[in-house]
């Protein structure tokens, strides 16, 4: 999923938000189960999502938890 998410990220394409994919993720997986590189990954294209909706303030906070 956090691949399909990173795609859509480079596509840019509104129609096709990439927070479809990363918060369908995480609210289906439990955490407790995710390696330590699933973990960060995931932390990784969430702030990618927050740069792209221009929240700079958690881009920054999911940067730093990683």
Same mark, same amino acid.
């Given at each position: 999923?956090?691949?399909?998410?990173?795609?859509?990220?480079?596509?840019?394409?509104? @129609?096709?938000?990439?927070?479809?994919?990363?918060?369908?993720?995480?609210?289906?997986?439990?955490? +407790?189960?995710?390696?330590?590189? !699933?973990?960060?990954? @995931?932390?990784?294209?969430?702030?990618?999502?927050?740069?792209?909706?221009?929240?700079?303030?958690? +881009?920054?906070?999911?940067?730093? !938890?990683?």
């Amino acid at each position: 999923m956090n691949d399909l998410a990173e795609i859509e990220l480079e596509i840019g394409d509104e @129609s096709n938000p990439p927070e479809k994919y990363y918060e369908g993720k995480r609210f289906t997986w439990s955490r +407790a189960v995710w390696t330590r590189s !699933e973990l960060l990954a @995931s932390q990784l294209v969430r702030g990618r999502i927050d740069v792209q909706k221009h929240d700079y303030a958690q +881009a920054e906070k999911s940067f730093r !938890e990683v």
